[in-house]
């Protein structure tokens, strides 16, 4: 069987634990403790994950980061786990559903009541906004707790190889895994914080009492919370051609998870579908894992990205064909190959122009969509935004939203980029520090307007017109 275990990477070293077995569907899985279970199959060579229940069509992986349902599987006798959130250290028995899921056996709760925990700051999402949060908060007493998803903190952040630009109070010239660490080790080294991970927030109800189901432990968990934030983060969006369902076809960010933090290849030959950042940064990543990146289409007529990008791509020999889109993927049970064409001024397409490629991976770079479903099962005021990417939530300048207590931070309120996620997490885990302790603090009212000052430089510049014309339509004033 063929390891898709990359061996050899220019920047990235791979600590991947203790050598671990599991079964799947009955037959035994190597794979690493510190690899999620996907990625572990993955490395085998296992692209088929799941089947759409309509049509029983093969399913393969699509996020990676536990937003979708692509990956859904029984494990350990529970049904409907994400396997890219579970570690395989903690894994006996992987099956796959072919259908809808059957109830577990037994229950998945031991039956006691749930465990009661009170805090000054709950922060939903341990991605840059949330960290800085924590930190900010904490910096200033009070007493947080961190509930993430995930088995481990950081966000985005622990995938990201490139060197950030900025100012260096923001970690200029730093790759974004090291500054997930670093930021880690802040919370780490701060005993007012605390963090649980693979710990699912599923409510925020009255008196800001939250629900959560804590899978590691299984048991339930009641948050009684003074303030709450919510920074969970954005999903990958979609796009719609011929076969945009097989195996092999998955967002970029879900190929930088595989190749970057576990050390494995999404693919051999790959197309990318969008020419900004995300898609020009990822396209190089590929390459230096390991991956033949044969062209990237962008739809609109010019480069999204930044010039440096583009330019180091085209110095390889990586074609970039503006004014594209995709039309088809080829393939029966995994990709195999794919079309794009021509499209007008109009997005029309262009009988004629059509380009066939030999690839096993398309990665889609076609934006991000807030994850904002918690906000508005909270009763927040919501509105749809498309400069900021979709649904956000109504706040004002500090990060509160219309529910009196509860703040956003991140790409949750709008899609924008790390440095001003980090700065929205610091400016909402001031104002709740504020919240609870009154006007008493005055270095945490300088701080936060050093903060919103830092934020309005950053957003002045020409790249964010689009975005301050989303944010004057959700900032109120209070």
Same mark, same amino acid.
């Given at each position: 069987?063929?390891?898709?275990?990359?061996?050899?990477?220019?920047?990235?070293?791979?600590?991947?634990?203790?050598?671990?077995?599991?079964?799947?569907?009955? $037959?035994?899985?190597?794979?690493?403790?510190?690899?999620?279970?996907? #990625?572990?199959?993955?490395?085998?060579?296992?692209?088929?994950?799941?089947?759409?229940?309509?049509?029983?069509?093969?399913?393969?992986?699509?996020? @990676?980061?536990?937003?979708?349902?692509?990956? !859904?599987?029984?494990?350990?006798?529970?049904?409907?786990?994400?396997?890219?959130?579970?570690?395989?250290?903690? =894994?006996?028995?992987?099956?796959?559903?072919?259908?809808?899921?059957?109830?577990?056996?037994?229950?998945?709760?031991?039956?006691?009541?749930?465990?009661?925990?009170?805090?000054?700051?709950?922060?939903?999402?341990?991605?840059? #906004?949330?960290?800085?949060? %924590?930190?900010? %908060?904490?910096?200033?007493?009070?007493?947080?707790?961190?509930?993430?998803?995930?088995?481990?903190?950081?966000?985005?952040?622990?995938?990201?190889?490139?060197?950030?630009?900025?100012?260096?109070?923001?970690?200029?010239?730093?790759?974004?895994?090291?500054?997930?660490?670093?930021?880690?080790?802040?919370?780490? *080294?701060?005993?007012?914080?605390?963090?649980?991970? *693979?710990?699912?927030?599923?409510?925020?109800y009255d008196g800001l009492t939250v629900g959560a189901y804590d899978h590691k432990n299984r048991r339930l968990l009641k948050i009684k919370a003074k303030q709450v934030i919510v920074a969970?983060?954005?999903?990958?969006?979609?796009?719609?051609?011929?076969?945009?369902?097989?195996?092999?076809?998955?967002?970029?960010?879900?190929?930088?998870?595989?190749?970057? =933090?576990?050390?494995?290849?999404?693919?051999?030959?790959?197309?990318?579908?969008?020419?900004?950042?995300?898609?020009?940064?990822?396209?190089? *990543?590929?390459?230096?894992?390991?991956?033949?990146?044969?062209?990237? =289409?962008e739809a609109m007529p010019r480069i999204g990205g930044y010039f440096v990008h583009a330019a180091k791509l085209r110095r390889y020999g990586v074609p970039i064909y503006t004014s594209h889109?995709?039309?088809?993927?080829?393939?029966?049970?995994?990709?195999?190959?794919?079309?794009?064409?021509?499209?007008?001024?109009?997005?029309? $397409?262009?009988?004629?122009?059509?380009?066939?490629?030999?690839?096993?991976?398309?990665?889609? #770079?076609?934006?991000?969509?807030?994850?904002?479903?918690?906000?508005?099962?909270?009763?927040?005021? @919501?509105?749809?935004?498309?400069?900021?990417?979709?649904?956000?939530?109504?706040?004002?300048?500090?990060? $509160?939203?219309?529910?009196?207590? !509860?703040?956003?931070?991140?790409?949750?309120?709008?899609?924008?980029?790390?440095?001003?996620?980090?700065?929205?997490?610091?400016?909402?885990?001031?104002?709740?520090?504020?919240?609870?302790?009154?006007?008493?603090?005055?270095? #945490?009212?300088?701080?936060?307007?050093? @903060?919103?000052?830092?934020?309005?430089?950053?957003?002045?510049?020409?790249?964010?017109e689009r975005i301050r014309k989303g944010l004057e339509k959700v900032i109120v004033s209070g």
């Amino acid at each position: 069987m063929k390891n898709y275990r990359i061996t050899e990477h220019p920047i990235l070293e791979f600590k991947r634990g203790k050598k671990k077995t599991f079964t799947y569907n009955g $037959e035994l899985v190597e794979g690493y403790e510190n690899e999620s279970v996907l #990625a572990a199959l993955y490395a085998a060579g296992i692209r088929v994950f799941s089947k759409s229940k309509v049509l029983g069509n093969p399913r393969g992986a699509f996020c @990676m980061i536990g937003k979708c349902s692509s990956c !859904l599987m029984e494990v350990d006798g529970v049904p409907n786990v994400r396997i890219c959130t579970i570690p395989v250290k903690d =894994v006996k028995n992987v099956k796959s559903q072919s259908e809808l899921a059957n109830p577990p056996a037994t229950s998945s709760f031991p039956g006691n009541r749930p465990a009661n925990i009170n805090v000054d700051v709950l922060i939903v999402g341990g991605g840059p #906004a949330g960290l800085f949060a %924590a930190i900010h %908060a904490g910096k200033y007493g009070a007493n947080v707790l961190i509930v993430d998803d995930h088995y481990f903190l950081g966000g985005q952040l622990v995938k990201q190889t490139h060197k950030f630009f900025g100012s260096r109070d923001l970690f200029s010239g730093i790759r974004g895994f090291e500054i997930a660490k670093k930021l880690v080790n802040q919370i780490e *080294q701060n005993s007012n914080v605390q963090a649980v991970t *693979q710990t699912t927030v599923f409510g925020i109800y009255d008196g800001l009492t939250v629900g959560a189901y804590d899978h590691k432990n299984r048991r339930l968990l009641k948050i009684k919370a003074k303030q709450v934030i919510v920074a969970t983060g954005a999903s990958e969006n979609y796009l719609v051609f011929e076969n945009n369902d097989l195996p092999g076809v998955m967002g970029a960010g879900a190929a930088q998870t595989l190749m970057n =933090v576990y050390g494995v290849k999404p693919g051999e030959r790959a197309l990318i579908v969008g020419a900004g950042n995300v898609g020009l940064i990822v396209a190089y *990543q590929l390459m230096q894992a390991g991956v033949d990146v044969v062209a990237i =289409v962008e739809a609109m007529p010019r480069i999204g990205g930044y010039f440096v990008h583009a330019a180091k791509l085209r110095r390889y020999g990586v074609p970039i064909y503006t004014s594209h889109t995709i039309k088809k993927a080829h393939g029966k049970n995994y990709v195999e190959g794919a079309t794009i064409i021509a499209i007008d001024s109009r997005f029309n $397409e262009i009988p004629g122009s059509e380009k066939y490629f030999e690839v096993d991976l398309i990665c889609l #770079a076609v934006g991000l969509n807030p994850y904002s479903q918690l906000l508005a099962q909270a009763g927040c005021r @919501m509105a749809y935004i498309p400069e900021l990417g979709g649904l956000v939530p109504l706040r004002n300048k500090y990060q $509160e939203t219309t529910v009196s207590g !509860l703040l956003v931070a991140g790409d949750v309120s709008g899609i924008e980029e790390a440095s001003t996620a980090m700065l929205e997490g610091g400016i909402a885990g001031i104002t709740a520090i504020i919240n609870i302790r009154g006007k008493k603090l005055k270095d #945490a009212f300088m701080d936060r307007e050093k @903060m919103l000052a830092k934020l309005e430089e950053i957003r002045s510049g020409p790249v964010f017109e689009r975005i301050r014309k989303g944010l004057e339509k959700v900032i109120v004033s209070g």
